[in-house]
């Protein structure tokens, strides 16, 4: 079977972006998006050329009026994903990653890692740590091999398996913390603190206890592994007795 005119035109445009030949590429793509109005490939392709040529405003233009009319094609949402994440706006990105989410009903295993890592770096970048490893856990589950998933859980995981701290010379405190939240949530019976005054409260008697009872082990700690260093926070009892009080529902 003869390929068509259309189909002859989008390998052209994939060879000009597999070449780094982004301004032909969009120039090609803004033509034949005209030609071809209702062939939202044209639309991704342009979008994509905009996006590589640094052209990151235009591109964002281009792709929410793109995604207007094409509202069920998700990789128009994913490149505008993209190109929000280039312009450093992480909820706008993380936002187009979900939405394209929602419609990536027949994507590949691949794709949807891709999607997941996606949203773990928006996560990542607007401090949900946790929620960002979910997401790049989530991503392998999807495709075992995905190499960014796995650099990315590398690269942000301590020792605990835990989210790293800006520095690594907090992840014995950051992990002492999240034994100690975890074990006052399931006091209170909830998930998450309720308000700014109790998420304070119960943290300053975290602290409290990190520097009574852990900051005296500091020198000898640095010979423990990770397996005892663990134990010893969770045996530490911490009394909490105030803030479920004022805080647990009744």
Excluded at 86 to 113: C, I, M, T
Excluded at 126 to 150: F, G, V
Excluded at 207 to 219: A, Y
Aim: negative net charge; charged residues 30%.
């Amino acid at each position: 079977m003869p390929i068509s005119k259309e189909q002859r035109s989008k390998s052209e445009i994939i060879t000009l972006l597999n070449n780094g030949k982004n301004r032909e590429a969009a120039q090609r793509a803004g033509i034949l998006c005209e030609q071809y109005p209702d062939d939202p490939e044209f639309f991704l392709f342009l979008g994509i050329a905009l996006m590589n040529g640094e052209k990151y405003d235009k591109a964002r233009k281009r792709l929410e009026r793109a995604v207007e009319k094409f509202p069920r094609e998700w990789k128009l949402r994913m490149v505008l994903g993209h190109v929000w994440g280039h312009l450093g706006n992480w909820p706008h990105a993380e936002d187009a990653y979900r939405k394209s989410f929602q419609d990536a009903k027949n994507a590949s295993p691949e794709e949807v890692a891709e999607l997941h890592c996606s949203i773990g770096e928006t996560l990542w970048a607007q401090q949900h740590r946790d929620d960002a490893l979910t997401e790049w856990r989530q991503a392998l589950q999807s495709d075992p091999n995905c190499k960014e998933a796995k650099q990315s859980l590398e690269e942000f995981t301590n020792e605990y398996g835990e989210p790293k701290a800006p520095s690594s010379v907090f992840d014995d405190l950051y992990h002492f913390m999240h034994v100690h939240q975890e074990r006052y949530l399931g006091l209170v019976g909830r998930r998450e603190f309720a308000t700014i005054e109790e998420s304070e409260a119960v943290i300053g008697v975290i602290m409290t206890g990190w520097n009574e009872f852990v900051t005296p082990h500091s020198r000898e700690m640095n010979k423990w592994t990770t397996k005892e260093k663990s134990e010893f926070f969770a045996e530490v009892a911490l009394d909490f007795t105030e803030c479920v009080h004022k805080w647990k529902k009744r």
